[in-house]
């Protein structure tokens, strides 16, 4: 299983409504677009999505700040 773009961008917008502003670079966690209970609800959704296992110190600004370092951590397709 591997994450799209196209999946995120719309968790990202419909479930945890962040807007149509939002594009693959935007800040969430920094910015503060997310709370931590948002970020746990996103966990899981990359978790489920991209068949992967999200440990603790994975969780970084590095790994989750954005939608492309998302899709980057999880392995993501690009279509």
């Known amino acids: 299983m591997a994450l799209t773009p196209r999946q995120l ?3 990202l917008m419909d479930e945890l409504n962040l807007g149509q502003e939002l594009d693959l670079e ?3 966690f920094s ?3 997310l709370d931590s ?3 746990l609800n996103l966990i899981t959704f990359v978790e489920e999505t991209a068949g992967v296992q999200i440990r603790a ?3 970084t600004l590095e ?3 954005t939608a492309a370092r998302i899709l980057r951590f ?3 397709e690009t279509a």
């Open 57 to 59: 110190e994975d969780v």
């Open 9 to 11: 961008m719309t968790y």
């Open 74 to 76: 999880a392995g993501a």
């Open 26 to 28: 935007s800040e969430l």
């Open 31 to 33: 910015t503060g677009a």
């Open 37 to 39: 209970v948002s970020m």
């Open 63 to 65: 790994n989750f700040d």
